[in-house]
């Protein structure tokens, strides 16, 4: 549009400027040549008037001259721009009458007769024809510059209306474009943005209606591309999850152990065939209720859930097992606590989402550990009779009173006696959890003099001690208080600690018992610099029949496993501390008498 604009206003600027350029070339030279013939043609005149009244020496020869000379020059100029009708003949004309005029003045001149009658009859027409002649030029030209004034005029009036039709076309598109093109590109954009904003909120069957062939266009097929692919990608994703979801909830149905599933709100979210048997409930009744509310009518529930908060640790797992009238038999269940964690697409922190809790079946299991501990029982209570007798006769046979023994008979004795005593040891201890795990143990708690208690141990221990040549050093603070504590079961421990102590040291090497007490508790030590135990088996060697691989499998793993019930049965604490090379320590606690 500017560039049409300024073609336009070039294209007239140029014809105006270019004819009135012509103009002064052809018309107004001629008016100036016009005007300085005239001015000549009366000089001529006057020194002619000079010639003919006033005294001779008065006509100038040469301002005469001059004056023809300048005449003749202003002759020439029109001559040579003729552009006008008729003033080619004009022109013609005013050559032969001014020829005229100047050789009538030469022959009066060449006379010598300067009477003035002459000058006006034979001069003075001439004269004027001549000065008519050049005012006849003057005019032409004048009127052609007046008519070419004119047609310039309508020039610069058609430039002016061409110019302003052109701006108003041009005005008239820039404002079409101003006011609709905008809009034809923000509405696809707009639509677009909407459309963008329903694809996030899941609204897959959004689709763009642009079928022009533009980039918008591409766009649009781009964008409704992607939304059917995301529509059929939802949807083939649901199916496959529904899918899974069956899968998973069948597998669960089919699990030996009751599974049951809570959301973060307690609300049960599922429970399988076993887990509702085991609740006395159907599951669509329970599905979506919260958990907490159906307990306080469903007592199996209320124990299940009983202390969930605390138990939600990772991987908790409860060891005691819970007992549960089923199908009008006792059912032993163990329970087991997950707590379920998610994190969410673009969260950094899992956030809990619940907790499933999972019960084992373990009945059958405490049925046979119950006939393990019985059968353990009954074998060595009737072992402890005959392994007494074998005692009895041993030392019958050492008595000298009997009879003489060689050296090697007494040798033969000795390791006999130390063998039963091994079995009476292993046959008491094997005993003792038999009693423990059925229950069937019974603590004579009453006040103990940790003195009388070392004194005791010190005797018992005695004799391995030397066959170690180990010193046994027994260190107590001044004014202990006594222990309330069953004596018979802390002498077990307290031996048992000690014995393992000689057991896992060296030869010639040192162990201290020691008795302290300790934020109102008194704190029992047994520590020996022997090989040690490694950081990773420090819990497990309390368990039953562990043994810390590697080492003499002298005992049974029994040992600490009794001592640590007989401590916590006491209202008491058991642990080990060790440095593999350098020794352990064994601590336990006691409630001090009051
Ligand atoms: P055991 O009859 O095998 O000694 P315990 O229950 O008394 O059974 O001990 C369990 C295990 O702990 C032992 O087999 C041994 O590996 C380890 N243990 C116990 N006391 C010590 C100790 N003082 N030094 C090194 N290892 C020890």
Not at 488 to 499: D, P, Q, R, V, W
Not at 504 to 519: F, G, H, P, R, T
């Amino acid at each position: 549009m500017i560039v049409l604009l300024w073609l336009i206003g070039g294209y007239f600027i140029y014809n105006l400027s270019s004819r009135s350029a012509a103009m002064l070339k052809e018309n107004y030279q001629t008016v100036e040549s016009a005007k300085f013939l005239i001015q000549s043609l009366d000089k001529i005149k006057n020194q002619q008037i000079q010639y003919f009244f006033s005294s001779e020496g008065q006509f100038n020869q040469t301002v005469y001259s001059q004056n023809l000379s300048i005449f003749n020059k202003h002759l020439k100029a029109v001559e040579n721009n003729i552009t006008e009708e008729g003033e080619q003949e004009i022109i013609s004309d005013l050559k032969s009458v001014y020829n005229n005029y100047l050789s009538a003045f030469e022959r009066i001149q060449n006379t010598g007769n300067n009477n003035s009658a002459q000058f006006f009859k034979e001069l003075i027409p001439d004269y004027t024809l001549t000065h008519n002649l050049i005012v006849k030029l003057w005019d032409t030209n004048m009127n052609a510059i007046s008519h070419k004034n004119g047609l310039l005029k309508n020039t610069a009036n058609k430039a002016f209306i061409m110019i302003s039709i052109a701006g108003t076309v041009c005005f008239l598109i820039a404002a079409y474009f101003f006011l609709f093109f905008p809009r034809n590109i923000t509405r696809p954009l707009t639509e677009l943005t909407r459309s963008i904003k329903e694809i996030a909120n899941r609204n897959y069957s959004q689709r763009l209606n642009f079928h022009s062939r533009d980039e918008i266009g591409e766009v649009a097929a781009a964008f409704n591309t992607m939304a059917a692919k995301l529509d059929e990608y939802e949807h083939s994703n649901l199916s496959e999850l529904l899918f899974e979801k069956k899968r998973i909830d069948t597998i669960i149905n089919n699990m030996k152990d009751g599974i049951i599933g809570l959301n973060e709100k307690d609300e049960i979210i599922f429970s399988n065939t076993n887990a509702c048997e085991i609740l006395n409930v159907v599951e669509s009744e329970i599905l979506g209720k919260s958990a907490p509310e159906i307990a306080s009518e469903n007592q199996v529930l209320k124990v299940l859930l009983n202390d969930i908060p605390n138990k939600t640790k990772e991987g908790y797992k409860e060891f005691k097992p819970l007992r549960i009238l089923s199908d009008k038999k006792i059912k032993y269940y163990s329970r087991e606590i997950l707590n379920v964690k998610i994190t969410k697409t673009g969260e950094k922190a899992p956030i809990r989402v619940g907790v499933v809790i999972v019960l084992k079946n373990i009945t059958h299991f405490l049925e046979q550990d119950e006939a393990k501990t019985n059968f353990m029982a009954t074998i060595s209570h009737e072992l402890k009779t005959p392994i007494s007798s074998m005692r009895l006769n041993l030392k019958l046979l050492d008595d000298k009173r009997i009879g003489e023994l060689n050296k090697e008979q007494k040798e033969i004795v000795g390791a006999l006696k130390s063998e039963s005593n091994k079995m009476l040891t292993i046959t008491s201890e094997l005993l003792d959890l038999a009693r423990l795990e059925t229950g069937n143990i019974t603590l004579n708690i009453q006040k103990v003099d940790i003195k009388d208690l070392f004194n005791y141990i010190k005797e018992t221990s005695a004799n391995q001690a030397q066959e170690k040549s180990i010193n046994i050093h027994f260190q107590t603070e001044l004014n202990l208080p006594t222990v309330l504590a069953d004596s018979e079961k802390t002498a077990f421990t307290l031996s048992n600690l000690i014995n393992n102590a000689i057991r896992y040291s060296d030869e010639k090497s040192e162990i201290i018992v020691s008795a302290s007490l300790q934020n109102g508790e008194v704190v029992f030590m047994v520590q020996d610099f022997g090989k040690g135990i490694e950081n990773r088996y420090l819990e497990k060697i309390f368990e039953k029949y562990f043994q810390v691989p590697g080492s003499e499998k002298q005992g049974t793993g029994l040992g600490l496993a009794i001592s640590k019930e007989f401590i916590t049965k006491q209202n008491g604490r058991i642990w080990a501390e060790s440095e593999i090379g350098k020794g352990s320590r064994f601590f336990f606690t006691l409630p001090v008498y009051s």
